[in-house]
């Protein structure tokens, strides 16, 4: 609602009580575009009574006081936070290592990747192991027993 408007409704109860549980019973509070149409419905039976409900609640709210916390309280707090800094290290440390093993590892996996595709496919001899061979020839009990020349 626009200040000065003529076209502007006046206020009525309902918006002003709105008005009033939202910013209390002092007008200089109020949003400055609320603030003729309150000060002109302010006077009525109404708006008076709804301004002395407001009041009261403001001078309920503005002499409510939070004291100061006991030694315990505070100590309990300091406490409590010396425990979370030590957890929050230990897991910055678990992290850390856990990186370093992943990075270790994709160097691990990087190298081995690096060579099957540098290094040519070495084909193996016409002779094929089984489970007969050994070092010094084939051993197969149907193998002629004639010595090979080396």
């Not at 019973?25 to 000060?39: S, T």
């Not at 084909?123 to 080396?150: C, K, M, W």
């Amino acid at each position: 609602m626009a200040e000065g408007s003529r076209n502007e409704p006046a206020m009525d109860a309902k918006r002003f009580a709105a008005l009033a549980a939202a910013y209390g019973g002092d007008l200089r509070r109020w949003p400055e575009a609320e603030r003729v149409a309150a000060a002109i419905f302010a006077p009525s039976e109404t708006g008076q009574a709804i301004l002395r409900h407001a009041g009261t609640l403001d001078a309920l709210l503005d002499g409510y006081r939070v004291g100061a916390p006991d030694k315990a309280l505070h100590g309990s707090i300091v406490q409590a936070a010396g425990r979370y800094l030590a957890q929050r290290r230990r897991q910055r440390f678990w992290w850390l290592g856990l990186g370093l093993a992943g990075i270790g590892l994709a160097g691990a996996v990087a190298g081995l990747a690096l060579v099957s595709i540098v290094t040519p496919e070495v084909q193996p001899d016409h002779y094929v192991l089984d489970a007969n061979a050994t070092a010094f020839g084939d051993a197969s009990p149907d193998r002629d027993t004639i010595e090979e020349d080396l």
